[in-house]
């Protein structure tokens, strides 16, 4: 039932003239408009709800479901406003684990989908999106239309693909603008700022560690939020230019209690949400997910309700659909949780679109699968991988080479070595820590970037990935040429995945990535499982990190410093330039 | 300029690649967004804030008009969310008197205007809103489709003209819909609230004196605002189920203290806006307008930051304008208003789409008037009118009939009396102030309410208006036929106005409205005098009203208790009823 004929629905059980299918009774409802804590029952017909108040026993029916949710806390189902949801797991899985926390709606990036499959894989997307029982919403991968750009002739994606991305009402908004490219590069992004406005689709910003006219020029020219302040003080001066502010605490970075400390200068929240960012397997078994960051708000000291309207209503107002989620009020969605008291955040029940989906953790309703639509472009093709692959002549005997050092999970450094030679190329150097990378174009294309980096700390063998930022390119990682190769061959093999060898070539662990060699099939323990082995692999050839898989898929990532490692070659950051590795 | 090359501008200017067109400097600013008050400068170019800062003079350049804002503060424009400016003052006369009091946004009703004069009058009154210079816009009027519908034939406004209206961008969102309509009659509303909100726009509601289930299931049904609480209590009711209420201070009501009292409460006031739901001249020319509201709220306890919030950004965030007004931030619309003092709401500068378009109450700028199309259909043509024409037949000598007794400015009871006859036809009886009251169908449909005014004192002669809630009809009140015949005759030779003739049908006052009977188009000064006029010959007649234009024009309004005149006859309004006027 749709339209004029389901709202005559909700009109008539509000009236009492029809029973409700479902009716939660007697708790203490959390009010994201007016900022109260209200006793009252909700009722629910159709999915949505049909009537709030204090005592609505008359509009139940003998079919009407029952909720009893005296002593108990009903807060609005939590919406995740930026997020990763493209990757690593499939979406499907990831919900089966998200809805009992709490999530019932979300608005993902599709960058590794798109960057992988293509528009045909990003349609796909949001046919998986659509399909699932939560409000489920993406944006338009702005990261992959500047990775297939800098790439003409490998990556179909082009403004008018772009342009029809945006106009997709499953679409609610133009994906992450880098600042680093919007400010020099304008007139490459402009078009779709401009187009997803005048659609009135929000434009998300990606301002990391833009400042002062910088970032000014940027919500000048239309950015509308931004996920990554890192301290309250570039909250502050988000919130002050009108950005809204997502409030990250996810698997990549966990910001929260830095910026949360924006509190203290007694300014409004209304135009802050909480956001994910991504959230991995492992992060979300042992942390959770929405239901972990709020709770995680309330304890650093913010008040609960605030901290609800934050997961609520406030990024509802941001897509524009605090209409139809985003609070417990009649003609919405009914997406609302029921938790032990006001500051426990661990939902013992989660209704979705009106049903209960989730008790105790467990999730009660399907999470469909999509299956890949027969032609979309699905394995990693880099291939065929052989030593010679990966030669990088030297000039000499004792090569001056450019070195990736890392800094952090995600940073890098820039740096210089000396490297040994064998015939005629370039020699990793275990014992210095130096060691061979190399991205190959996922499609086959004839550029491939060939790197050294420092401080990954593999005595032996390599590992490799079909996923990494934002290109979905094969990334390796190893102590010879013999290594990379095996492990590259092997991801192939795969159709897409991690692999890890030793330096006798043997597989030690591999984790199969099916979907486009960017997302599992597996279930998210399984998947949690198989990434501790590879992690475990890693560990026990020597690498010393804390986030190996991390680490390893955003050698690729262009948007934070210093130096990283493209099909292109080397690319320093800050100077948008390529640059040899060899000096 | 428009789309991305405006938005390259702005980036440009941010940037300092480019002077500003206008720079405010040094004023302390009222940011919206986070509550604070910030000392900042404002640069300004294309007519949209390309920059804030603490100094913004490197933005300058030699052809930077500047704006020195030093010891001043530095506000939004002010938005009235809920108005209804088709009528009585040309909207163009009415705004410049409205902007150097501070209005840069509107979103108007057009029943009025639609009544009058049809489809082709409200397409010119959205051009002519177009035409201003501050942003107007309109909702589509539901009143209008409401009174077309329960006269078949006589006015031409069916679902799908209104399906039209509601399409033009001009138009922000479905006018208010009366509660007491969409309860007992949905399937006449539902499909139009369900394509606004299809539309993503507005549906504004019109739920006075609804409370419990039925305000609950207005509230289900796809209301989104209500502007008639005028209580605390309904206010709060309304907030909480999740309705923006729109609170009104204007000519019809003044709610402002009352309702605020539900500040005490500590509830959010972010859903909420200050609106004046229409402004008559003699009020706006003596209290002003939003400057007027804002003050009071201000007066009244409001903190000012609040008070400025709920003038701008939520008002802007209701219809989904925040991204292009509502705030002082860069990528907005330059409207903004420099004050003397943060709780003194009178502008000294205004600034709209970046121009100064008013300095110290004087307008500086066109408001364009825009001729009326050949072809519309301008006039009220009710007559020819004589005394025939309110001919009420006697059954016997002492006629029984159902009197309309005013109770206040607009509102009636229903009493009885016994009334003179004279030739077999009901007299008016002016020593017991009884009066014969009528509504001529403006289109001269055959159809003629006739009916007994209790409370309006005139001793002799009568009163005419062609503008009528909701329908535009001639309504008349008068000690006997001849005079309504000679008032009533009067107004159509004006082509539409108020009439006011003694007992021997001589003209005592006369105002004429040339645009469909329902506007005037004399400045604003000139009307308030011509108002004034009228109601003086109405006092020397003998009426005791203390505003007896408003009680006559709301005669026929059929969403307020008790008794009312239609075209048809008597209303009985809660039993949705014609009823004979004798018994």
């Known amino acids: ?83 990763h949801l493209d990757v690593l797991v499939a979406l499907p899985e990831l919900l089966r684990e998200a809805i009992p926390r709490g999530l019932t709606a979300l608005v993902t990036e599709m960058v590794q989908v798109t ?26 991968p702005t990261i992959s239309y ?16 772009m342009g029809a991305l945006l106009d997709d009402p499953r679409v609610l908004g133009l994906g992450e603008v880098y600042w680093h490219r919007l400010v020099p590069e304008p007139d490459r992004l402009l078009p779709l700022i401009d187009r997803a406005r005048a659609l009135g689709k929000s ?36 919130l002050r230019l009108g950005l809204r502010v997502m409030i990250r605490e996810g698997s990549v970075r966990r910001d929260l209690e830095a910026v949360l400390e924006v509190r203290r200068t007694g ?9 994910s960012d991504g959230i991995w397997p492992p992060d979300l078994l042992a942390h959770g997910y929405m239901d972990g960051i709020v709770q995680r708000a309330i304890d650093l000291g913010l008040p609960p309700v605030t901290a609800f309207q934050m997961a609520s209503l406030n990024a509802a107002e941001h897509f524009g659909l605090d209409g139809e989620i985003g609070g417990i009020a009649p003609g919405r969605w009914a997406d609302f949780l029921v938790l032990p008291a006001l500051r426990t955040v661990r939902p013992e029940a989660v209704v979705a679109r009106g049903r209960v989906v989730a008790r105790e953790g ?19 093709r880099p291939g065929p991988l052989d030593p010679d692959s990966f030669r990088l002549a030297a000039a000499g005997p004792h090569p001056r080479a450019r070195v990736i050092r890392i800094a952090g999970d995600i940073v890098t450094a820039e740096a210089e070595a000396t490297l040994p030679v064998r015939d005629g190329a370039v020699r990793a150097d275990p014992t210095s820590d130096l060691l061979l990378a190399a ?16 401080g990954f700390g593999l005595r032996e063998g390599a590992v490799g990935s079909t996923l990494s930022f934002d290109t979905a390119d094969l990334v390796l990682v190893g102590a010879s040429r013999e290594a990379l190769a095996a492990a590259g061959q092997r991801a192939i093999e795969l159709g897409g995945g991690f692999v890890v060898v030793d330096g006798a070539g043997t597989v030690r662990a591999e984790l199969p990535l099916p979907l486009g060699g960017v997302a599992s099939a597996a279930s998210m ?5 198989g990434l501790e082995a590879v992690a475990g692999a890693l560990r026990e050839l020597g690498s010393p990190l804390a986030r190996p898989l991390l680490t390893l898929q955003t050698l690729t990532f262009s948007a934070i410093p210093a130096l990283r490692l493209t099909t292109r070659g080397l690319l320093a950051v800050k100077r948008r330039a390529h640059v040899p590795t060899l000096l």
């Not at 190959?440 to 970037?449: E, I, L, T, V």
């Open 203 to 238: 434009v998300e910003g990606h301002t990391a560690g833009a400042r002062g006219p910088r970032l000014v020029a940027c919500a000048a020219a239309g950015l509308g939020s931004c996920h990554e302040p890192i301290t309250a003080a570039e909250a502050l001066e988000r």
């Open 362 to 380: 467990r999730c009660l309703v399907a999470c469909p699968d999509v299956p890949l639509p027969p032609g979309v472009d699905a394995g990693p």
């Open 525 to 529: 323990p399984e998947l949690a499982r």
């Open 115 to 140: 960057s992988a499959l293509g528009v045909a894989g990003a349609r796909w997307f949001l046919d998986t999106l659509e399909a699932q029982p939560i409000h489920a919403y993406a944006t338009a």
């Open 1 to 83: 039932m749709t339209g004029a004929d389901a709202r005559r629905h909700l009109l008539g059980v509000a009236l009492g003239e029809a029973g409700a299918d479902l009716l939660a009774s007697g708790g203490d409802v959390v009010n994201v408009y007016t900022g109260e804590v209200v006793r009252w029952d909700v009722a629910v017909v159709d999915g949505r709800i049909a009537a709030v108040g204090p005592d609505l026993s008359g509009l139940a029916g003998p079919a009407t479901e029952r909720l009893d949710a005296r002593g108990k806390v009903l807060v609005p189902g939590f919406f995740d406003g930026h997020t």
């Open 439 to 454: 991205v190959c174009d996922r499609r086959g294309g004839r550029h491939r970037g060939l790197g050294i980096v420092q």
């Open 146 to 161: 500047l990775a297939a750009e800098a790439r003409p002739g490998e990556v179909p994606l082009d403004a008018a693909a």
């Open 267 to 275: 300014i409004s929240l209304r135009r802050a949400t909480l956001a």
